[in-house]
Nanobody, 126 residues
Framework: DVQLQASGGGLVQAGGSLRLSCAASGITFDDYAIGWFRQAPGKEREGVSY????????YYADSVKGRFTLSSDSAKNTVYLQMISLKPEDTAVYYC???????????????????WGQGTQVTVSS
């Protein structure tokens, strides 16, 4: 089974930066996707960024485009989400998720993913 461990959250001031990590184990497919989602209290889960393993492509929601950047370290089976210029509205629990397929049209659908990490809290103070 694929297992994901999300980490790197914390408390930062508006304008600050954080780097989230999603460490994966048990992946056997060469082509897979890692999605980052977030959920704030009382709000729906929102997809923010998606990574395709085949070519390292990153996809971003409009709300984070230009501020969030995906990268990966294949030796560590880890995908990173670098977040800069953080805003109070970025405050949420951030989750990473795994899908054993490359299908960008489905990346924003949480049902596309077959494994989820436990979440890491990001709090941005104003």
């Amino acid at each position: 089974d694929v297992q994901l461990q999300a980490s790197g959250g914390g408390l930062v001031q508006a304008g600050g930066s954080l780097r989230l990590s999603c460490a994966a184990s048990g992946i056997t497919f060469d082509d897979y996707a890692i999605g980052w989602f977030r959920q704030a209290p009382g709000k729906e889960r929102e997809g923010v960024s998606y990574f395709s393993s085949s070519d390292g492509s990153g996809y971003y929601a409009d709300s984070v485009k230009g501020r969030f950047t995906l990268s990966s370290d294949s030796a560590k089976n880890t995908v990173y989400l670098q977040m800069i210029s953080l805003k109070p509205e970025d405050t949420a629990v951030y989750y990473c998720a795994y899908a054993p397929a490359i299908m960008p049209a489905f990346y924003s659908n949480p049902d596309f993913y077959t494994a989820w990490g436990q979440g890491t809290q990001v709090t941005v103070s104003s």
